[in-house]
């Protein structure tokens, strides 16, 4: 079954300040048609690198789709290079330079000279025209490989891949789908989950198994590649059938649904209300809760009490409490959240208070609080991580001791 590469071209990529974001958009599209996108590269606006990454493409995949370096400046090398890459020549086409010179004369400007060079085609190929913009795109069909030149601005590529290069590649390609299932999985490290799962994965020959580590959580992604929707639907159903009763109540989701998604779900079938007392986390936990859409409908508010003051006169922590025990501390994570239910009438309230870091002796010690209908608990645990992994981490745990707690299962 034909693969498919991307070449993201322009020296801007390989700087911190831009991201190459076509290529989520590309990898997405040409997925939802069955084709596995095997490799991404950027290349930067140098002519020699980027016939060599044209050629190794070409020699890979029978699909190379290349985004950028279709301007008209000096540095927009790309019709030059696959020409190179291909040994064909470039083509002058007197209508595309009009077409481009009208539309710049509609927009009050007059053409430069130098966008006459967005004007030459390889030879052989066909125009993709641009209605959002001066570069053209091109096809082209080589010994059997699929070469599409795209814009780089993501205005202009979308219309012009999904209009004019969809139905090519959907002509051109044979009876192909792809299915995946998203486990995610909270409570687990990613080296216990792998050594648990890899038996029943490995039995697999058509089934790609993806682990990642996700700010404290762990995704399986189980992927298949078939001729037809069914076979692929089969195979990921029943690995996963394998898989989800040997990670137990760890898995909180088979749709790729996020944990405060599933939570918001669970809230909502019950009627239940939720709000939230934060100190280390800063706001972070109710940013995620309130991330879902109608949020509303369930969350009734949160509390940011950075300070011993804010933690005694907002939610009613005792400063005895405080003083004996520290802000950071079991006692404190309790009564914490038992204020932030009591002030907000919430049927449920979560707290968190720890030491964040990045400096200290007890940096990654945090006291997470659940009170409920049914009496309150406290989860201790000590993070080595950074500042900003121990505040992911501690809400996923905080969210992970509410889900269990709405469905009735042990720590």
Known sequence: MPDAEIIAVGSELLTPQRLDTNSLYLTDQLNALGVEVVRKTVVGDERER???????????????????????????LTREAVA??????????????????????????????????????????EVLPN??????????????????????????LKPMFEQQCLPRLEKLLPPQVIRTR?????????????????????????????????????????????????????????ASAEIEPLLG????????????QVIADLLRARGASLSVAESATGGLLGGRITAVPSASDYFRGGFVTYSDQMKIRLLGVPAELIAEHTAVSEPVAKA????????????????????????????????????????????????????????????????????????????
Not at 389 to 411: C, E, G, H, Q, W
Request: aromatic content about 6%.
């Open 131 to 156: 209605a959002r913009g001066t570069a053209p795109g091109q096809w082209i069909l080589n010994d059997g490989v699929a070469f599409v030149l795209l814009p780089g601005p993501p205005m202009e």
């Open 336 to 411: 914490m959240a038992e204020g932030a239910r009591a002030g907000t009438g919430s049927d449920y309230a979560l707290s968190i208070t720890g030491y964040a870091g990045p400096e200290g002796e007890k940096v990654g010690l945090v006291f997470i609080g659940l009170a409920a209908p049914d009496g309150s608990e406290v989860r201790r645990v000590q993070w080595p991580a950074d500042r900003d992994r121990v505040r992911a981490f501690s809400t996923n745990i905080a969210l992970d001791m509410l889900r269990r707690r709405l469905l009735d299962l042990k720590p």
């Open 182 to 238: 998203w486990l995610r999985v909270v409570g687990m490290g990613e080296s216990d989950l792998d050594q648990l799962i890899s038996p029943v994965y490995k039995r697999y020959a058509n089934l790609v198994t993806t682990i990642l580590a996700v700010s404290g959580e762990i995704h399986v992604h189980l992927r298949a590649r078939c001729a037809l929707a069914h076979e692929a639907e089969t195979l990921v159903a029943q």
């Open 249 to 260: 109540d760890r898995v909180y989701s088979c749709n790729g649904d996020s944990l405060e």
């Open 50 to 76: 980027l016939t060599d990454s044209i050629l190794g493409a070409a020699a890979r995949s029978k699909i190379v789709v290349l985004t950028g370096g279709l301007g008209p400046t000096e540095d927009d």
């Open 84 to 125: 190179g890459a291909l040994g064909r020549s470039l083509v002058f086409h007197q209508d595309i330079c009009d077409g481009i010179e009208a539309r710049l004369r509609f927009f009050g400007r007059k053409m430069a000279e130098i966008n006459r060079r967005q004007a030459y085609v390889i030879e052989g190929a």
